[in-house]
């Protein structure tokens, strides 16, 4: 184990300066039982990244961690309290709480666990080497693993045998991906052990659920620059596994113009360049996601205008449409681009039902509606209502 005077994380972080975390850690200390935080907000402040979920440890049972909640007057709920998790809320702030476990048997899916009092055991059950990363009240980064070095380093390992850990959950196969897209240093270049377990197991993705599989995707695509994580997922079969036909050729024109412009990233317009026209049965999207995956591509078969994407989609939907039109053409729209969907995304449609009640009613009022509006934007938005009534 690294000594824990290695890394001290500044007091000033955000979680571990909280004093219902505090409070909580003393709390289960005054015990006779051991608290850390772990996993990922330990990870980001290592790495310097933002806040993430705080999550703690301990060695205390479940039934004795919700006992001594309780003495302390927090509430306790055993959200997942046979797999080892408490919700203990302290000054109104939940915290998940989980006793240390070792898993006794696992399926790919889904694992059967017991509880232990040992940090190694817990540790060794996760899955990659910087997210087995735990820290005391004081801020003291333990290491059971010796995965610091890989932290620092940005370097993206599986904790002992990739195989091992991929067999136990092969959503891990995701994560490998999703983790490399946000927190690896591409110059490192990802663990050749890693891939190869990965292309050997790959069809093995079927197995899990399109909920599960979908939310890992977002989150990679959510990422700031995920194009090499998608070549890696193309290179060892995982992209063809999950999305059939997508391709990553679009992807890396997309995100220089989105830099370009200065647009953040989005998940649905990166879903759209991987050529993926309706992934709601493979992610199993929201109803609003796939809405928006469907209205980029039927506006980009429109041709319209910058304007009048602005007015059919909103300034970030059309903002995702112009950007993938000009990664097709392979050229850089200038950055006034996005003053035209602005302009065009306050616009409002001059003629109404009212102006043609007279003369029309019924199904053949809303056809000759959609007529005049598809002039209106053919126009650049430029007609008044005088000269499409007239």
């Not at 824990?4 to 571990?16: E, H, Q």
């Not at 009240?137 to 390992?157: E, T």
Request: net charge negative; hydrophobic share 45%; proline share 5%.
């Amino acid at each position: 184990m690294v000594g824990s005077d290695d890394i001290v994380i500044p007091k000033s972080t955000a979680w571990l300066a909280d004093p219902a975390a505090q409070l909580l850690c003393e709390t289960i200390e005054a015990e006779g039982y051991k608290a850390y935080f772990v996993g990922g907000c330990v990870r980001n402040a290592v790495l310097n990244e933002p806040n993430s979920d705080v999550d703690l440890s301990t060695d205390a049972a479940p039934r004795e961690l919700m006992d001594l909640a309780t003495r302390a007057d927090f509430q306790a709920i055993p959200t997942g309290i046979e797999f080892g998790t408490v919700t203990v809320v302290v000054d109104g702030k939940p915290f998940e709480v989980t006793t240390f476990r070792k898993d006794v048997e696992t399926d790919g899916r889904r694992a059967v666990v017991s509880f232990s009092d040992q940090i190694e055991d817990d540790a060794r059950r996760r899955d990659f080497t910087m997210n087995a990363l735990y820290a005391d009240r004081s801020g003291h980064v333990i290491d059971p693993l010796g995965g610091l070095p890989d932290a620092m380093n940005r370097r993206l390992r599986f904790i002992d045998d990739p195989v091992q850990r991929i067999r136990e959950d092969y959503l891990r196969i995701l994560r490998f991906f999703r983790f490399f897209a946000w927190y690896a240093d591409p110059g490192e270049g990802a663990d050749p052990e890693a891939l190869n377990a990965i292309a050997s197991l790959a069809d093995h993705l079927g197995t899990l659920s399109v909920e599960r599989v979908g939310a890992e995707m977002i989150k990679l695509l959510s990422a700031p620059d995920p194009l090499m994580a998608l070549r890696l997922m193309e290179r060892t079969g995982v992209l063809a596994e999950v999305l059939p036909g997508a391709t990553v050729d679009l992807v890396g024109p997309l995100l220089l113009i989105e830099e370009h412009l200065g647009i953040k990233p989005e998940p649905i317009r990166r879903l759209a360049a991987l050529g993926v026209h309706d992934a709601k049965a493979q992610l199993r999207l929201s109803n609003a996601q796939s809405k928006e995956l469907k209205n980029l591509h039927e506006v980009l078969a429109m041709g319209a205008s910058p304007r009048a994407l602005g007015f059919l989609l909103g300034r970030t939907s059309g903002a995702s449409a112009i950007a993938l039109d000009y990664a097709m053409r392979e050229q850089v729209p200038d950055k006034t681009v996005i003053e035209l969907i602005d302009d065009g995304s306050r616009a409002q449609f001059p003629v109404s039902s009212k102006d043609l009640a007279g003369q029309y009613s019924g199904p053949a009022l809303g056809k000759k509606l959609r007529e005049l509006q598809s002039k209106w934007l053919a126009s650049d938005l430029s007609l008044s209502a005088e000269q499409l009534l007239g």
